[in-house]
């Protein structure tokens, strides 16, 4: 039951970019923190306050943080590594989540309990992947999930290549700033817009779905 709902091409296309939407959450944080900046302004006079800047004060984790962060993006959106980077962003999520559910957040622990709720519906995708390794049976690779196709790893070279590009460029005011921006905004969209429109196309024309995966 569940390898056939694997077969169809929207649900396919769903989890595709449940890993693109869960790496973009990752760009931006982990980009701050391995650059040395400061996460948030939040008053230190606060526990949340407190925590963020001890947080920053900690140098070398603080480092390490941001770099497996950006690593665990990475991972997610090359699509043939995504399980390696669902099983890091789980782990990293999951200090998060506690992170939030402990300190006085203000609803921010509704939006890192639904980051962990996509990470664990990805780790069940490739259920069969994960209890390959501790199995003493073989399991038919047919009954694996699909595999990506170089539409979508193409693709996702190029969304965390511009992601990083917009995190460098970051608020600056310059013209070389806002020209990085506007010409990564452009690729972006063009590039999300030209996969969606040859995976549909392809859809509609009936290709079988391992092919266009």
């Not at 595999?147 to 917009?166: C, E, T």
Request: charged letters at 10%; aromatic letters at 16%.
């Amino acid at each position: 039951m569940f390898y056939k709902l694997q077969q169809y091409q929207s649900v396919q296309w769903i989890i595709i970019h449940i890993r693109y939407l869960i790496a973009l959450a990752f760009v931006p944080s982990g980009f701050t923190k391995l650059m040395g900046e400061r996460f948030t302004q939040l008053p230190k006079s606060e526990a949340v306050g407190q925590f963020f800047e001890a947080l920053y004060q900690s140098g070398m984790y603080y480092h390490f943080l941001g770099l497996a962060q950006i690593v665990t993006a990475i991972l997610l959106m090359t699509q043939r590594f995504a399980l390696i980077g669902t099983i890091l962003f789980l782990a990293i999520t999951t200090n998060i989540w506690m992170i939030t559910v402990s300190l006085p957040f203000k609803g921010t622990w509704i939006i890192t309990s639904l980051m962990m709720f996509a990470g664990f519906v990805l780790l069940y995708w490739d259920k069969n992947r994960i209890s390959a390794v501790y199995s003493d049976s073989e399991i038919p690779g047919k009954k694996y999930a699909p595999k990506a196709s170089k539409l979508w790893i193409n693709a996702g070279i190029v969304y965390i290549i511009s992601l990083l590009a917009l995190c460098y460029a970051g608020p600056k005011t310059d013209l070389v700033s806002k020209g990085i921006a506007i010409i990564t905004y452009f690729i972006l969209g063009t590039t999300f817009f030209y996969t969606n429109f040859v995976f549909w196309k392809k859809s509609n024309h009936g290709i079988k779905s391992q092919n266009i995966l």
